[in-house]
């Protein structure tokens, strides 16, 4: 006789958050909540928990010895490398480049 796998229970929320909002802000959240085909509690929970992992992202603190902070500080005070490929995508006329907009 086989086992009988079961779904995962997803995780009871338990706790809630409210806002008060403009009407016009509501309009603009719904509508964008619309367009994901979600509804909009998921639309602003989602987009507020990636704006949080952002924030939270951009507070990591980088932790190195002092031999490899001294490096990667002279590597930052170094002036820049020459690349001629990347010199001469600069210097030439692109296509994106419109009458009277040419590189010099």
Do not use: Y
């Amino acid at each position: 006789m086989g086992k009988i796998r079961s779904k995962p229970t997803p995780a009871v929320k338990a706790t809630k958050v409210q806002l008060r909002l403009r009407p016009d802000q509501k309009a603009v959240l719904a509508r964008a909540a619309q367009l994901r085909h979600t509804s909009l509690s998921t639309f602003m929970l989602e987009h507020a928990c990636e704006a949080a992992q952002q924030v939270l992202a951009e507070q990591v603190d980088i932790v190195m010895s002092p031999k490899d902070w001294e490096a990667f500080r002279k590597a930052l005070d170094a002036p820049p490398r020459v690349i001629p490929a990347l010199k001469k995508l600069f210097t030439e006329a692109s296509i994106f480049d419109g009458p009277g907009n040419s590189a010099p």
